[in-house]
């Protein structure tokens, strides 16, 4: 049941799409006025009607609408690549992670999505701000985002984690203690668009006895289905270098 | 701790590492001999001896470990393709998924990793028995691998479900009852190497008034980093063509 | 020596272009004016400066200007997938070629800029105008654009041709002709952004009984070399298939 | 007229090929014993036959033949990647190229087959006489293979080349001077399988003033069109990094 409050997706017949929360006000439309007040107390799924008749499906937002909907600073990492980390690193609903910078919180989400906590270091307080805006709206109380330079605050950290991801400039140096607060058999992840920093990856996870370590590009290449045929399309999502090691 | 029958994974120095179980026996090693009852009541990620004094490392599997040593039949899904599905769908503990061809299961077991429930058709009985030993393997109490065609079967399912996911020849004739038994929001995942299906497939997702088609390709390009210089690798895995679907 | 009349590259400091003739007029550029009459009687290379003292090169075009500079019509087949068609069929200055649909003649001034002669045919008479004008700029005397629909007018055609490329809608209809006036041992390439016309190519080439059959698709990648380091470039130009067979 | 002692590619039913010459001996193959003197004074695309009958085309070796079917050594560029030199520098009939290091010579044969002239250094002896062979096999006058290290050798040389083509590990320590030997409007071409050899490739030719300065990576994926369907290929050549730069 749905309760005040709450992030709703709410989806139009042709597939517009509006994220917004369940709350005593009306959302305009092109397809007409929806009383955002009478969806409090209905099913996910339910479907209600704009003053115009107009049909709008109650969607439970997922990762991917956050994906699309949250506010984004920067170039956020692609569903791609983030789903090349849980499937390497095998991210479980038993998992404590780490991860670094946070930047607007999108790979942190996707994260706690599946994982039992996640504990997420940005250096920048305009984007703490805006990743942990993000991370009220996805709902999860399990993602805590600290302020801080994780290459220093890392060292009184603990541990264990099973996984630790990284996407931020200086990843290099917080190889050595990843690995510290790593729990054996834990994965580091890390992510870089730049190959200088790749390589500084690298030789830091080799330097520290890394195992099973990989560096991989994932590209995705859209087929467009048009009228005159099948094409690959132009189109394509900004990348990175995806490098994988394990304790 | 490490309970007696438990799937472990024994990591060697140097990376080498064993699949098996705890119980009643000794594993033969290069590096010499672990005596596997021994590791009974242990923590995960601790440290036993060879009798030759080489360090074994005892890791709770992780989904990659399953895709790497369970027993596979015909040609998998890679892990690039398994992550993409999984964040393209948003897949989260919440979720009750729908599967089918299950093949040996290797996706059945990355989804019933994080999902709350995966119920997985495979026509032939030989996979049907190969995926339940490997599930079996996995841990998963909850994936339910069901031996029958999905195209007759999900005549008589209910759903609702979160996810649909289909990796097999006949996907295109099971996308009406998959629209039927997913949940408004839920998605459809369909994987398939070959663009004449994939082209059924987008034809059956457009006429049954599907939302935010997309059908990509995914490729994955190693990089590697040797004495001589870091370059782009000339091994790659199969792929196909996923195509995703809203209802 | 540079004659009157001639096309010529006109290249600042700094990399700004000007593609134009040697005429009786005065070139208004950002660097200031420059007499293209006073290069009349130049060498190729020469060094010429405007009214403000600013430097250009004079440079004799080649074909990546042409492909720069010319007018184009629709969306012409980039120089990644031209180098490819000449490096597969082996073009070279004795060969004799068949191409169509002409477009604004791209492929053609580059294949008649190495072989003996071209013979290219325009459905469209409006392309048919652009092209013999670009065929005009680029000084090349041995490309014949013909106006009118190749599936009809091969019929008449003798031959022998050493290579026939196709880049147009009713490629697959041609393929029967195009073996017949091929010699022994010439090439046919084929170029097609649609899988569902490659498919009806390849069926077509295999029918005819054409040996060395393949289809590739070229990606591909810039690097970006800036001050943050070295990534993979987020822009594509569009791509096609190509296939090529032998006689 | 084809000549005594002159190669030709013998191209038998079904596919299969022989690279060899005309002389005074037989060729036995699976499908019979083909007399090779008789082809002395046929035409090109000619048929012979077998002692058992069989048909054999006799052709006029190509490019992608000698590519084929000529000793090499180490690895060389793949077709797509000398097309691609070939469109981006505009490679012509009135062309002197300068080349290094030879290698086998399949790039300079490429080359050479358009090119007026084509002057190509090798430092190994033994790939110096690999090359030379394998440039009279493909009956090219106009290429000169000499026995060198062109960092040092390019110091004697004048120029002006149009083109010059870099294939080796010391490429940048060339740049400088191959800026000198160039005409204006020349280019520059390189190819390194290594991305630090390509980042120091870049760093010479930016230095050095260069214009239209580009790296791209040209990956092929091949299309299978099998019985069950059409698939992407998983096999794939080796690939690198080329960069253009123009004087």
Redo the contacts between chains.
Sequence with gaps: MIAQGEYI?L?AEG?REYFTSVRDEKLHTDLGIVDLKNIEGLE????VYSHLGKEF????P????FFKHIKRTGAPMM??D????????????DDTILDAGTGSGVLAI?LG??AKKVITYEANEHFVNVARKNVDKAGLKNIEVRHGNIVEEIKSLEG?FDVVTLDMQEAAKVVHDAKRVL???G?LATYS???????EI?AAV?REGF??I??????????E?GE?????S????????LTFARK
């Design positions: 997706l989806k597939g996910w799924g339910a479907i499906k109650v969607l439970k997922r990762t991917p609408d569903p791609k983030i789903g090349t980390i849980i499937s390497y690193t095998g991210v479980c609903p996707y999505t599946i264990p729990m054996n058999g994965f668009p730049f190959f200088e920093q790749t390589s690298r080799e195992n099973d990989i560096t991989v590009l994932i590209n995705e290449h859209e087929l289905f005159r045929g099948t094409r690959p132009t189109r394509v999502g900004h990348t990175g270098f």
